[in-house]
């Protein structure tokens, strides 16, 4: 008899034995628990400008919610590390490439090779020049002519009852980059109409801040005051030529008109000091844009070929309103 009982509980034993090794096996082939996570190499044009930390905080942020790995570089500017950069990302097998291009040209070679290695290409907010577009297979980020056609616009309508020539100064980004280029074309688009707008003085600014402040400093110099408009690409350059301005011994906001581009914080708070006139928004917080392109190529699904961020306009009617949910 109690060699039957023990028989009788070791059968039992390894029925249960088995049926827990089935439920484990089981879990162990779920193809939930053992996807790869997809991996985004982004590079950056640079990690010191304001602009450029609110943008990668977001890219941050929406690679982490997603479960995304995002490998991530700073170019500092230069080309030549963004094109060792990409490289660098073909050679860790990334999923996905994204990058915001520092110059608009010479990327045809680089994007070649990342084609051969099979690896889509995601530009962000910046766009490039190439003989073949199917180089990159979305472009996400601000209409930098538009931008510049706003400005233009609102220029016009707040100066059209103004007596004779209105000489502007122009601080432009960096040379041949896409917000450099597309500003200054959508800027010349809206106040061709009216001979009287004249921009006497244009100088790259490079996005940076001292620069700005040093150039604005011998535009006033050499045209004192005939400069009655300064257009800024960038917030930041904005508040360089605004210090100038003010250690010139003129108003900025009323003895020059000043507008940019950015709609940052800082930008927002100089328009209530009454400094700045306008700032066209260009918003960075482009991370949830990007990561939704990115998961759907890896998904195999269509995805737009252009994504044009929703901006604003900020003067001293809304900057009040706008500034306690500025992010950057």
């Not at 199917?134 to 056609?149: A, C, N, Q, T």
């Not at 008109?257 to 940052?264: A, C, F, K, R």
């Not at 328009?271 to 066209?280: C, T």
Request: with cysteine; hydrophobic share 40%; aromatic share 6%.
């Amino acid at each position: 008899m109690r060699r039957r009982v023990r028989l009788t509980n070791s059968f039992a034993l390894l029925a249960l034995l088995s049926l827990f090794a089935g439920c484990t096996d089981g879990a162990r082939e779920s193809p939930a628990e053992h996807k790869p996570k997809l991996v985004l190499g982004f590079s950056q044009v640079t990690a010191e400008a304001n602009w450029d930390q609110a943008n990668t905080k977001s890219i941050r942020d929406a690679a982490h919610d997603a479960g995304i790995e995002l490998r991530l570089e700073d170019a500092h500017r230069s080309q030549q590390n963004q094109i060792a950069a990409l490289r660098n990302f073909v050679k860790q097998r990334v999923d996905v490439i994204a990058f915001s291009p520092v110059v608009e040209t010479g990327w045809e070679f680089v994007l070649r090779e990342i084609r051969a290695a099979g690896i889509p290409v995601i530009l962000m907010d910046r766009n490039i020049d190439v003989s073949d577009e199917s180089l990159y297979v979305s472009m996400i980020g601000s209409d930098f002519v538009e931008e510049g056609r706003r400005a233009g616009h609102w220029l016009l309508e707040h100066t059209r009852d103004a007596r004779g020539e209105i000489a502007i100064v122009e601080l432009t980004g960096t040379v041949d980059s896409a917000p450099a280029n597309g500003r200054s074309q959508g800027f010349n688009e809206a106040i061709a109409s009216d001979p009287r707008y004249r921009i006497i003085r244009t100088q790259s600014g490079d996005f940076d801040r001292t620069k700005a402040r040093d150039i604005m400093a011998e535009f006033l110099k050499a045209e004192g005051r005939r400069i009655r408009v300064l257009f800024a690409h960038s917030d930041t350059m904005a508040l360089g030529a605004i210090e100038a301005i003010e250690a010139a011994g003129l108003k900025p906001g009323s003895d020059i008109l000043v507008m940019s581009i950015e709609g940052s914080r800082n930008g927002l708070e100089a328009i209530l000091a009454g400094k700045l006139n306008l700032s066209v928004e260009c918003s960075p917080l482009l991370g949830p844009q990007i990561v939704a392109v990115a998961k759907q190529l890896s998904e195999g699904r269509p995805i737009p070929r252009r994504v044009v961020t929703k901006e604003s306009m900020f003067t001293i009617e809304n900057a009040a309103i706008e500034l306690p949910d500025r992010a950057y």
